[in-house]
Structures are given as structure tokens and as C-alpha cells.
């Protein structure tokens, strides 16, 4: 009888260690994660931080047209031609990879009207195989 009562101390002695009630929260250095670690290793930034920097680029930028103006799937011609129109065209020139394409796009347009404008203009240069799309762009 006296094993077992003894067995029944020891059993709620290791149990009551497991709680946090003698842990003291102002004794901790360190600051609290703003997001779990796991997430920092994946972002490398908080989510918070993230899902911020995402609302500014909606605020940013809306939906309107830009004009694609060259397509390959390799990636030094795709450079190669950027750096050509970037130096010849006034407007910016992006570089977009959906893959196995690499899509250079021409323009900021709010109305498709104002892409086919420029559209013409750039036929009249030379350029061929010109086509309007869809896409997020700057706000100016």
C-alpha cells in the first residue's frame, strides 16, 4: 500500500511539472515572432510584411492593356531584344516569363483605343506581329 501511494505522489509531482503556471513572461529577452518561423524561412520577411506590400500593387497599378511585341523561348534573345527596344521605344518595355515563353509587352494603356493607336504607330516603324493584351499596368 505504501508503494502505491508513493507511486501516486511521484505520478502528480512529474504531471504538476509540466505546466507554465511557475514560468515568469518578464523574465524572456527575446520579442515575440510576428509570424511563425516556419513562415520566415519561407518568405524571409512576415507575412504581414507580404500581404502589405500586395495591397500597395493593387493601389499602384489597375487593369488596362499593353501591347506584346516580341515572344521567344530563349532567354538571350529575349534580353537581346529588350535592351534593343528599350533604347529605340519612349515608353517602358517589360520583360515577361510564362513559361516556356519569354514575352516582351510595350505600354501603359488604360483603353484599348489608346493600345491600338500606339499599335499603328508601331507598324508604321517597321514592327509586325504586334498584338494587344490584357494586363495590370502603372499607374502614372
Known sequence: MKIIIFYIIC????LSQDTLFWFDMNSVLDPPPKTP???DGIFGTSRLKVLDSLKNFRRSSSEG???QIFETV???S???TLS???KTLEDTVYLIFEAPL???HFGNFLTKKEAEIQKIKLNRLG???IWIVRSRINQN
Open 74 to 76: 530563349s532567354k538571350n
Open 11 to 14: 505520478f502528480q509531482v512529474i
Open 84 to 86: 534593343y527596344f528599350q
Open 37 to 39: 518561423k516556419v513562415m
Open 65 to 67: 492593356f499593353r501591347l
Open 78 to 80: 529575349a534580353d537581346t
Open 102 to 104: 519569354y514575352k516582351l
Open 127 to 129: 514592327l509586325k506581329d
